[in-house]
């Protein structure tokens, strides 16, 4: 990964801040949101949950919809996204999720929608969510990937890799959907990162992929 993938990624989102999650849910006809509810469902968090790069929160508010006995933090590195966020009532920790400002042992969950692929390191991402979480407690990450499919992928591609980053570049004002599209494109496959996940310490207990795989969901235990 580039030295200065933290400053690109940083200013990507900068840019789209405002729009993010509008232009996500239009080019994704409304799935991002649709996956997030189906991991939550998945996980039935409780406890001390931490949501890790939760942007404008959506994941967070998502958790308390289905959940509100549970305690939710959400944390992330770019103030312009978590300013953008609708519910104010939210309160954020401003941090870095390879360098989390939290004691070991402290989380029953940590989760994650669609971040891995912005890291600098998703191995320090995944020795620190090990380290904060409690023995016995759950992870869980959902992200954007290469599809499987090889027959689905050209058609993937095609509307992905140049469609999106053309329309959402004029509507964004930015070349922030370029680099979107890169992220996914120069991603691991879905098998690597079980694998970087399991190399962390965690135990992989389900993979879920979706629509030809071009999401899919990861959930890990760490052992007692």
Do not use: W
């Amino acid at each position: 990964m580039p030295a200065n993938k933290e400053d690109i990624v940083r200013n990507a989102f900068d840019s789209i801040s405002d729009k993010y999650e509008l232009i996500a849910s239009i080019i994704s006809f409304g799935i991002v949101q649709e996956l997030r509810k189906k991991m939550i469902k998945e996980i039935k968090p409780h406890g001390d949950i931490l949501d890790c790069g939760a942007g404008t929160g959506k994941l967070t508010e998502t958790i308390i919809k289905y959940y509100p006995e549970s305690h939710v933090i959400p944390m992330d590195i770019n103030n312009n996204m978590v300013q953008n966020r609708k519910n104010k009532n939210i309160d954020f920790v401003m941090g870095n999720v390879e360098n989390m400002p939290f004691n070991d042992r402290t989380f029953d969950y940590v989760v994650s929608s669609f971040v891995t692929r912005n890291l600098s390191n998703v191995d320090n991402f995944f020795s620190e969510s090990f380290r904060v979480l409690k023995p016995g407690g759950i992870f869980a990450t959902i992200d954007a990937f290469n599809p499987e499919n090889k027959a689905f992928y050209n058609l993937y591609s095609l509307y992905f890799y140049h469609f999106i980053p053309f329309i959402g570049n004029i509507m964004t004002g930015s070349n922030a959907y370029t680099y979107l599209a890169n992220s996914i494109k120069n991603f691991y496959s879905i098998r690597e990162m079980s694998n970087r996940i399991e190399l962390a310490g965690f135990k992989i207990y389900e993979i879920k992929s979706y629509i030809y795989g071009i999401a899919s969901m990861h959930i890990a235990v760490k052992p007692e």
